[in-house]
């Protein structure tokens, strides 16, 4: 799957919202993320494995506003934390997240590359890849991005993601990942991961 055209952050909200257990939009300050790590944490808290992987996901997820949006707030002394909206939303059989945020159009375009990338690559070759982007030299462009890399493999499947150009120098880029919380055994039944 490559780039959604289609992805709307306010059309997919709407279709979770009767599922949605979260959803905030602001600043993504380490006292903010801390609240809704939380928060998640007490919906997932007696499978653990779905814990640890909606504890990942969301973290890369949201340190990816924190550190990346063009949108930034002033938190205090000097530091400032990026602006973005999130949903997190569940099914019976799935766990959704939903991010976005404003990001500047020279890293969109990165982004869009990226997101091409990783989503041409099988698990093989996705683990090789992140092997590969962390031995890069931090901030060369078009490096890392290790954090999408780790959402495609946490959830085994492409990452949905779409981008809105806003003017000349601004864009709005979205992710929707998703990830199953059931599995089949070898007899065909499914079951609550444990």
């Given at each position: ?25 602001g600043p993504f300050d380490a006292y903010i993320i801390k609240i809704l790590s939380e928060k998640l944490k007490s919906l ?112 085994s499947k492409p990452i949905d993601y779409n981008m809105i150009k806003e003017n000349e120098d601004d864009a709005f880029f979205s992710i929707a990942v998703s990830f199953n919380k059931l599995k ?11």
């Amino acid at each position: 799957m490559n780039k959604n055209t289609n992805l709307d952050l306010l059309k997919l909200h709407n279709a979770f919202s009767s599922n949605s257990v979260i959803a905030y939009k602001g600043p993504f300050d380490a006292y903010i993320i801390k609240i809704l790590s939380e928060k998640l944490k007490s919906l997932t808290i007696d499978i653990p494995s779905i814990t640890k992987r909606s504890f990942t996901i969301f973290i890369e997820l949201t340190q990816n506003v924190s550190y990346y949006s063009a949108e930034k707030i002033k938190i205090g002394k000097g530091r400032e934390s990026g602006i973005g909206s999130l949903v997190i939303g569940e099914s019976d059989s799935h766990i959704y997240f939903i991010i976005g945020n404003k990001v500047k159009q020279i890293e969109a375009d990165i982004l869009d590359k990226k997101c091409k990338i990783i989503n041409s690559l099988d698990r093989d070759n996705l683990r090789e890849y992140k092997r590969n982007q962390r031995n890069l030299i931090r901030g060369t462009n078009g490096g890392a991005h290790i954090g999408l890399i780790m959402i495609s493999l946490l959830t085994s499947k492409p990452i949905d993601y779409n981008m809105i150009k806003e003017n000349e120098d601004d864009a709005f880029f979205s992710i929707a990942v998703s990830f199953n919380k059931l599995k089949e055994d070898k007899f065909g039944y499914t079951k609550t991961y444990v």
